[in-house]
C-alpha cells in the first residue's frame, strides 16, 4: 500500500512527538539503545575471518594503482586549477556563458573535470570505471546526478533511471548499493510545504501521492532484487518529510536485512539524537535500521537561510561539534552493530581511522554485511583503496549523466571542496608524492 497525504500527516505528527522526547534521553551512554541480540539472519552472516592488513592511509602506491601515468597527471593539474579558489568561483560563470554562446566546451569538460569525478553520461558509460574500482577491491554507486528540472514526465524518467541503476546492480558484487534523491522525483516546493505542515489542495495530494509511488517503486525493486538503496538527505526545510519517507520504507522492506537507508546528516546539532531515536525504533519495532552518516553538503546554504529568516541555524556551532557528533554517531551504531546496517560517508581521515579500530575493539569482521566505508570518484582514494587493501567493505560514489545536466554536480564539487581547509592541498600532496615514487616529470 502506497502512503497517502493523510497517513503522512499522521507519520508527521509521530515523528514530530518522537524528536520532543529524544530531548528528554539520557546522554554520555556508551551503548545507547541497549544492545539487542543477534537475530537469525545477523547469526547466519559469513564473514571474511582472515588476518587482518595494517591499515596505512600514506600508501600512495595502493592509492593509485588504478591509475595510468597519464591519469595521475591529469589528476596533478585538475587538483592544481581547483585548489585556486578565484577560479573555482569563476569557472560555473564563464562555464555556462561559453555554453550559452555555443562554444564547443562540453568536449573539453568531458576529458577533463568530468572525466575524473564522473562515470559516464549512461550507465553503459560507466562500465570501464566499476571495472577499474573492482580490481581495487571498491565497489559502484551508481548516481544518476541530473538536477534542476521539476517537471513530472521529468520525475517519471529519474524514477526510471534510478530503477535502471538498481537492475544494474542487481546480481553483480561490483555494485553493492544504490541510492536517489527525493527531489529528483517531486517538486521541492511541494515538499517544503508538507515540511512546513501547510494543507494541500486536491491536486497537491495527488501529486504527492505520486511522489510516493516513485519512492516506493525504487526501493521495492531494491528489495525484491537485495540490491540495498540509500535515500539521500537534502535542506533542513524538506527533511521531515524525506525523513518520514525513508522510515516507512525501512518498515516496510528492512524486515529481514538493511535495505533501505536514511541519510544523517551530523553538521545538523540535532541528528545523533534522531539516530538514536531511530536506532530505538527500529529495535522496538522489528526492522533493521539504514543509516548513511555524513557531515552534510548545504552548510553555506542553511547558515544563509537561517540568517535571513530569523531562526536559529540548526548547523553544529563549529568543526570540532561536527567533528564530535559523528564520531558519536559511529559508535552508535556499532554498538547496536545487530539492528543497525551503516554507510560512513566520509573524506576524514580520522573518522575512518576511528571507525575502522572500533570494529577491531568489538572484533567485528572488516567485511561485516552491516558496515561499508563511502567516498566520492575522483576523491581521497588513499582512503578508498587502502581501506580496501586491508579487507574493509568500501564503495565510491560514481555519478554520471549528460555533461550539461551533470554541471551543478561538478561546480558544486570545485566549491565545496575549495572550502574544506586542507582537503585540496592533502589530495595534491599524495598526488605530488605518487609523482616522485614514479619518478614522473611536469
Sequence with gaps: ???????????????????????NLAHGSSVWPPEKKPTKYMQNIKTDSSPRIPLSFENTKIAFKHQMDADLQRAYWLFKIINVNFLAKIGPSITNFAIKIGLPIQSLIKATIFRHFCGGETIAECESVIGVLARGG????????????????????????????????????????TVFKVTGLGRFGLLEKLDAGQALSPSEKAEFERVNSRVDRICKTGYDAGVPVMVDAEETWIQDTIDSLAIEMMRKYNQKKPLIFNTYQLYRHDKVDSLKKDILLAQTSGFILGAKLVRGAYLEKECKRAQELGYPSPIQPNKQATDQAYNEAVQCCVNNIASVGFVAGTHNETSCKRLADLLNEHGIAH????????????????????????????????????????????????QENTSIAGQMGRELKLIIRERTRRRLQN
Design 367 to 414: 567485511n561485516h554485511p552491516h558496515v561499508y566505508f563511502s567516498q566520492l570518484l575522483g576523491m581521497s582514494d588513499n582512503l578508498s583503496f587502502n581501506l580496501a587493501d586491508a579487507g574493509y567493505n568500501v564503495a565510491k560514489y560514481v555519478p554520471y549523466g549528460p555533461v550539461k545536466a551533470v554541471l551543478p554536480y561538478l561546480f558544486r564539487r570545485a
Design 1 to 23: 500500500m502506497l502512503i497517502t497525504y493523510e497517513f503522512y500527516l499522521c507519520t508527521y505528527a509521530t515523528t514530530m512527538s518522537r524528536r520532543s522526547q529524544t530531548k
Design 138 to 177: 571498491v565497489g559502484t554507486i551508481l548516481d544518476y546526478s541530473v538536477e534542476g528540472e521539476e517537471d513530472e514526465l521529468v520525475f517519471d524518467a529519474t524514477c526510471e533511471e534510478i530503477i535502471q541503476t538498481i537492475k544494474r546492480a542487481d546480481g553483480d558484487q561490483r555494485i553493492p548499493l
